[in-house]
């Protein structure tokens, strides 16, 4: 009888630990309802002596932490229940050697215990991110890299951006990379294609850029880690774990350690190299729904639904993440610091940023730029589908102004220059078009306002939505749709394998002299073909991987690209920093007309060498002639070099078919 007495006061004591005070999910009426967390310390807190376990789970009756000694297949070694703290937090702080361990959470919900699932703040994980890791993150540091630094950077508008997969920079046999389709791949110097020709990271100090953009790195779920020989592609945008390395990058998933380490050694490389790194974050939605890490923590509350309760879908890939509630608000916010401070990350590219909340990306912009005003922001303008935000509180293109020091992609300068992704043989202002000379003005002027662009006449927009032209990115093709040259190619079937390229190089030319900031899509410099495959987010390699050997082909248009770097990089005239200072200093020539656009910058004013600027653009394929201003201009491009002895011309000159012109005077 008494120990009868005694076992079940043990399981109340025990049931007092572990299960919430108040009452079950259902005292929640509205997510507004849910306790608010306040602290910057929920997942693990890990030291030598202790480690603290903290969830917000504010629905949950009861919550397991169980402990594995391996990160697949295995029985958990040991349990514990959690602790109920407070505002929907759960504890549990332990005085084990937890070291090496991984790690689940499971929560009691409505009666039921859902998945066991990783914890949502994990900073390490093993294969396949099924199961968190108890790490000690200092020990992850590659030599050096507390003396790690970011390399100097004036001003946004000297940014230039280049965006890389992580396995097409290596998997071809002419890369000379041995770490392929790892993050060690861009720690390898003095790689060389077969003709003797650098790749790698050598390749991109050579294009001269600053940043890299780097498509998804954190763990996504498309790739099975388990199996590290089988040829696997994905692009990653399907996520899993929001703040921890994806692992079929690393020489061992198995080991969060490995993943982490390695990641570091990359970031610090590409940093000793002059070039800052960018990471591509898919905050908007997550690669599984109702089965996802968030979902089986807290259901329903980290996603936002239709009146029908049917997940809401403006991503197009099944959900959309509730940005606008404040603890997604706080896992976001408190994943991109992570990304910083932990990885020394400097800049952020937001897939799909339409669906998150204006407030959301302005308290992001507000802690990054807190902790470096150097850290750069930007991302799609846009959704993949309705959502239930309204419009006016979306982190849309056309509410820009309402975002600070956050930019967006300009897709009225990609469709002005080529024609629209979504009309394949549709042309552009370098393929044939007629009528997009008022959207090429606009991309010129980087989406500012500016006395001369009529704006009713662009693409997409009717206003300018750039307050300032740093918030504008200029581009022609990324790692969507189709290249460039496979684009001209659909568009321009009967067209010569030389005209090709020349309205290849028009294009970029424009990209790279327009203000704003301008964006390079990965061996675009060698005219990069997948073989006219549109859509290659899970293709082979053999259609993704850069092919190195047509760096030795079109040596001349790779020397042509990275010397309209340089002169970008020597010259303000085409990166002002100010919308008042562009819209002052750059005037559209009256010869501008739907083929031809000419325009003059005022050097002198934003302390340029080159005290006037004159730049032509010729679409139409047959020479245009256009009169100089008054006296002398030394001609320095004319769309297939940049002349370093440039030749003087007046009066009036012939452009050449499809050709760029760039003359000066000093």
């Known amino acids: 009888m008494y120990r009868l007495i005694y076992f079940l006061f043990i399981i109340l004591v025990f049931n007092s630990c572990t299960m919430k005070p108040e009452s079950t999910p259902e005292a929640y009426q509205r997510f507004e309802d849910y306790p608010i967390y306040q602290g910057d310390d929920l997942g693990l807190d890990y030291s030598k002596d202790f480690s603290i376990f903290k969830l917000w789970a504010p629905t949950a009756s009861k919550v397991k932490l169980s402990f594995y000694q391996k990160d697949l297949n295995s029985e958990p ?3 514990h229940f959690m602790d109920y703290d407070a505002n ?41 991110g099924k199961r968190a890791q108890v790490i000690d993150l200092d020990k992850t540091n590659p030599k050096g890299w507390k003396r790690d630094k970011r390399p100097k950077l004036a001003a946004p508008t000297d940014i230039i ?9 290596s998997l071809h046999p002419s890369s000379g990379i041995k770490n392929k389709g790892k993050f060690l791949a861009l720690t390898e110097k003095g790689t060389k294609n077969r003709e003797g020709l650098a790749t790698g990271i050598d390749h991109l100090i050579e294009m001269g850029i600053t940043h890299l953009h780097i498509l998804p790195s954190y763990d996504f779920m498309s790739i099975d880690e388990s199996k590290p020989d089988s040829v696997q592609f994905n ?40 070039i800052r790194v960018v990471m591509d974050v898919v905050y908007n939605h997550t690669g599984l729904t109702e089965n996802s890490i968030f979902n089986q923590l807290v259901p329903d509350y980290y996603y936002r639904k239709n009146e029908d309760a049917s997940f809401s879908n403006a991503s197009g890939c099944g959900n959309e993440t509730s940005s606008e509630r404040p603890m997604t608000r706080k896992l976001i916010v408190e994943s991109v610091k992570h990304w910083v401070k932990e990885y020394h990350i ?3 590219r937001f897939d799909l940023m339409g669906i998150h909340d204006i407030e959301t990306m302005n308290l992001i912009s507000a802690e990054l730029h807190g902790i470096d005003p150097t850290i750069f922001i930007y991302g799609e303008g846009w959704t993949s589908g309705d959502s239930p935000l309204p419009v006016e509180k979306r982190a849309l293109k056309a509410n820009i102004p309402k975002l600070k020091n956050i930019a967006a992609f300009s897709d009225d300068l990609r469709d002005g220059l080529k024609g629209s992704v979504f009309e394949h043989k549709e042309q552009g202002f ?14 010129i002027v980087g989406a500012t306002q500016h006395p001369q662009v009529d704006y009713k006449a662009v693409n997409y927009s009717d206003a300018p939505w750039a307050p300032q032209p740093h918030q504008c990115i200029n581009y022609v093709s990324c790692h969507d749709n189709h290249t460039l040259y496979d684009r001209l190619k659909i568009s321009n079937p009967t067209d010569s394998e030389e005209d090709i390229e020349k309205m290849h190089r028009l294009a970029q030319t424009i990209v790279l002299t327009s203000q704003g900031v301008p964006f390079l899509h990965a061996g675009t410099e060698f005219m990069r073909t997948k073989g006219g495959e549109e859509n290659s987010y899970k293709s082979s390699d053999a259609v993704n991987q850069l092919d190195w050997d047509r760096k030795s082909k079109y040596k001349a248009v790779i020397k042509y690209y990275a010397d309209l770097i340089q002169m970008r990089k020597d010259h303000p005239a085409f990166r002002m920093g100010t919308t008042e200072q562009i819209a002052t200093n750059l005037k559209f020539n009256t010869q501008t007309t739907d083929q031809l656009i000419v325009y003059e910058i005022n050097g002198a004013a934003v302390g340029d060498s080159w005290k006037k600027v004159f730049v032509v653009f010729n679409g139409k394929n047959e020479v245009q002639k256009v009169s100089f201003p008054k006296g002398l201009w030394k001609w320095v491009v004319n769309g297939a070099v940049v002349n370093k002895k440039p030749i003087e011309v007046g009066g009036s000159f012939g452009i050449a078919p499809l050709r760029a012109a760039i003359f000066y005077q000093d």
Do not use: C
């Not at 951006?161 to 920079?169: G, I, K």
């Not at 080991?255 to 002059?274: C, S, T």
């Not at 370098?430 to 991309?443: P, Y």
């Open 77 to 79: 070694s040991h349990i």
């Open 161 to 169: 951006l280049y965006e890389l997969h992580m396995r097409d920079l």
């Open 235 to 274: 692009w990653g945008y399907d996520p899993h774990n929001y703040n921890v390395p994806e692992g079929s990058y690393s020489t061992d998933p198995s080991d969060g350690a490995v993943r982490i380490n390695e990641f570091k050694q990359m970031v610090m490389a590409l940093h000793q190299a002059g």
């Open 346 to 348: 400097d800049g952020f």
């Open 88 to 128: 929907g937090v759960w504890v549990k702080n332990l005085e084990e050697k937890l070291l090496g361990q991984y790690y689940t959470f499971s929560v009691l919900h409505k009666g039921n215990w859902l998945e066991e699932v990783p914890d949502p703040y994990a900073k390490a994980v093993g294969t396949n």
């Open 430 to 443: 370098i393929s044939g078009k007629l009528d997009r000379v008022e959207s090429i003005k606009f991309g």
